[in-house]
């Protein structure tokens, strides 16, 4: 079965950086585009990033734009999301997610998520 | 402020119907964007509940099904259960914003 398992969420300061991992198993990852999706404390869900299943193409949300970087390995079927300048507003859960075979597709399985919380 | 405009709460008493409207614009969802549901319990991660605008992935009861049509989109849930009481997010893609979600409905159970 599918499982997507975040790695790396905790506590930073304002302008420092942070990066979350997500592993990846129970199916063919280097197929499948991934996506970041975060949830501010009982907030909506928030698109963040897309990956395709290459590397080759990501988009970003214009919250994130310059700052965060998403990017895979295939060898280690692990996504990676690095969070550069963190601001107080990127506090959140931050959820790993399987997409389709092009990037704009269904998001169809959530990891757990990992905490992030931006704080002096 | 979401890209995509949902009823903040809806409610109903078990056994009745109900729609969670979703409602977009010409570069997003009126520009073909497919639409998605997805179903968030307290305190747990999102699940997928309807993709390609009425698809249901397997084991989704078909008590849910979806609709679009033009800029909008729309879930509903039949013969309601306490079960159902969760939080729904519709979501799609946007040509300027990437992927774009709705803010969110909660759904009451009365």
């Known amino acids: 079965q599918v499982q997507l398992v975040e790695s790396g969420g905790g506590v930073v300061q304002p302008g420092r950086s942070l990066r979350l991992s997500c592993a990846a198993s129970?199916?063919?990852?280097?197929?499948?585009?991934m996506h970041w999706v975060r949830q501010a404390p009982g907030k909506g869900l928030e698109w963040v990033a897309v990956?395709?299943?290459?590397?080759?193409?990501?988009y970003y949300a214009d919250s994130v734009k310059g700052r965060f970087t998403v990017s895979r390995d295939n060898s280690k079927n692990t996504l990676y999301l690095q969070m550069n300048s963190l601001r107080a507003e990127d506090t959140a859960v931050y959820y790993c997610?399987?997409?389709?075979?092009?990037?704009?597709?269904?998001?169809?399985?959530w990891g757990q998520g990992t905490l992030v919380t931006v704080s002096s | 402020q979401s890209v995509l405009t949902q009823p903040p709460s809806v409610s109903g008493a078990p056994g009745q119907r109900v729609t969670i409207s979703c409602t977009g614009s010409s570069s997003n969802i009126g520009a073909g964007y497919d639409v998605y549901w997805y179903q968030q319990l307290p305190g747990t991660a999102p699940k997928l509940l309807i993709y390609?605008?009425?698809n249901r992935p397997s084991g989704v009861p078909d008590r849910f099904s979806g609709s679009k049509s033009g800029t909008s989109a729309s879930l509903a849930i039949t013969g309601l259960q306490a079960e159902d009481e969760a939080d729904y997010y519709c979501?799609?893609?946007?040509?300027?914003?990437?992927?774009?979600f709705g803010g969110g409905t909660k759904l009451t159970v009365l």
């Open positions: 990956i395709s299943f290459d590397g080759s193409n990501r």
């Open positions: 997610a399987k997409g389709g075979l092009v990037v704009f597709e269904e998001i169809d399985y």
């Open positions: 129970g199916f063919t990852f280097s197929n499948y585009g």
């Open positions: 390609d605008n009425s």
């Open positions: 979501q799609s893609y946007d040509s300027v914003s990437g992927g774009v």
